[in-house]
């Protein structure tokens, strides 16, 4: 498994590549990243590009709910990227997790997903 986090835009959006099957140790790991972003710019937009993924692990899906939960508020816009119908039905799964304003695009559309998360 493999999450790879880039911040984008100033700062503004924050960009998590996520391949294979999550893990608790990945979210160890990316948690306390994750955090300290929000804790440094606030309400943040977020990019999460599933590239082969293949799920959670049980443990990380309970890390994924918490840290959903923690953080409700905290994001304005999140653009989920990918390639299978059922990483396009988790993009609405997700919504009751967050208040952000969330949209599933494409691989082949990514280049939207940046337009939508950084227009005012």
Known sequence: MSVHLEVADGGKILKVRISGKLTHNDYQEFVPAFEAHVQERGKIRLLVE???????????????????????????????????????????????????????????????????????
């Open 50 to 120: 599933m590239v082969d993924f293949r799920g959670w692990e049980a443990a990380a899906l309970w890390d994924d709910i918490k840290l959903d939960v923690r953080h409700f508020a905290d994001i304005e816009r999140l653009a989920m990227v990918g390639d299978k119908t059922w990483e396009r039905g988790m993009s609405m799964f997700c919504k009751p997790f967050t208040a952000a304003e969330v949209r599933y695009f494409d691989r082949s559309a990514i280049n939207d997903a940046h337009t939508w998360l950084a227009a005012k």
